[in-house]
């Protein structure tokens, strides 16, 4: 099993920057697709980007594109989101997620990850 844990979120106003982090523990990322997703109030959890565990991508759900950024470190077993040129409509809790066995076609299917940190909160103001 892998255990992960989210950092970085809070609060920034819009245009603003924030750098998410994804410590895992138990196995080493690498082995892993990583992946994150976020849920608005009211909403539900939806794609942001994903690392597919043999090196592909990343993949971005388009209204990221060109925003956010996102990065594995192995040698430090973390992953990062990096975003940028943040919006109001970015707001909401960032969840980590990873899976050793999905396959790249369910790389953006919730159902497809069997670990999740508890999220962290991100909140842009306007």
């Known amino acids: 099993q892998v255990q992960l844990e989210e950092s970085g979120g809070g609060l920034v106003q819009a245009g603003g920057s924030l750098r998410l982090s994804c410590a895992a523990s138990g196995r080493t990322v690498s082995g892993y697709t990583m992946a994150w997703f976020r849920q608005a109030p009211g909403k539900e959890r939806e794609f942001v980007a994903a690392i597919f565990r043999r090196n592909g991508g990343p993949y971005y759900t388009d209204s990221v594109k060109g925003r956010f950024t996102f990065s594995r470190d192995n040698a430090k077993n973390m992953v990062h989101l990096q975003m940028n040129s943040l919006k109001p409509e970015d707001t909401g809790v960032y969840y980590c997620?990873?899976?050793?066995?999905?396959?790249?076609?369910?790389?953006?299917?919730?159902?497809?990850?069997?670990?999740w940190g508890q999220g962290t909160q991100v909140t842009v103001s306007s």
């Open positions: 997620a990873a899976d050793s066995t999905l396959i790249l076609s369910s790389i953006t299917d919730i159902r497809a990850y069997d670990y």
